[in-house]
């Protein structure tokens, strides 16, 4: 089971308008604040956005070794359309737009988000049935 996922972000306030946007909108709560971060729990799991003192820069290339996206469950297709066509609103951009929302492959239906700081998430339909 995962525990915990912790993401260092550039921008603390403004990373949190998007994130938390999203995340509420996907059933998570806000779990804890202190003055370096914020998380949001799910169940068992919670994610955890902080401006670390110990952070060497300032942009998240998701193309580089390393975390190149979270994927999230939404309720189904409706879900997955209604939340990209929110997402602008609140700091998130489409990616691959031209094979959206297949961008995964003829199989999937999902929506390929990124923030502003270039973390990218996908909002992944849960399969009908």
């Known amino acids: 089971m995962l525990h915990h996922v912790e993401l260092w972000v550039p921008d603390l306030p403004g990373?949190?308008?998007?994130?938390?946007?999203?995340?509420?909108?996907?059933?998570?709560?806000?779990?804890?604040?202190?003055?370096?971060?914020?998380?949001w729990r799910h169940g068992d799991v919670y994610l955890v956005l902080e401006q670390s003192p110990a952070l060497t820069g300032d942009v998240h290339d998701r193309k580089a070794p390393g975390l190149n996206h979270l994927a999230f469950t939404a309720a189904g297709?409706?879900?997955v359309d209604r939340l990209t066509a929110d997402a602008p609103g609140h700091g998130w951009s489409l990616l691959f737009a031209d094979r959206h929302p297949h961008a995964g492959g003829p199989d999937t239906y999902a929506a390929y988000l990124e923030d502003n700081w270039g973390y990218e998430v996908e909002i992944q339909s849960e399969p009908p049935g």
Request: charged share 25%.
């Open 15 to 39: 990373a949190v308008g998007p994130w938390g946007w999203l995340l509420g909108e996907l059933g998570w709560e806000h779990f804890q604040d202190w003055p370096a971060g914020r998380s």
């Open 77 to 79: 297709r409706d879900e």
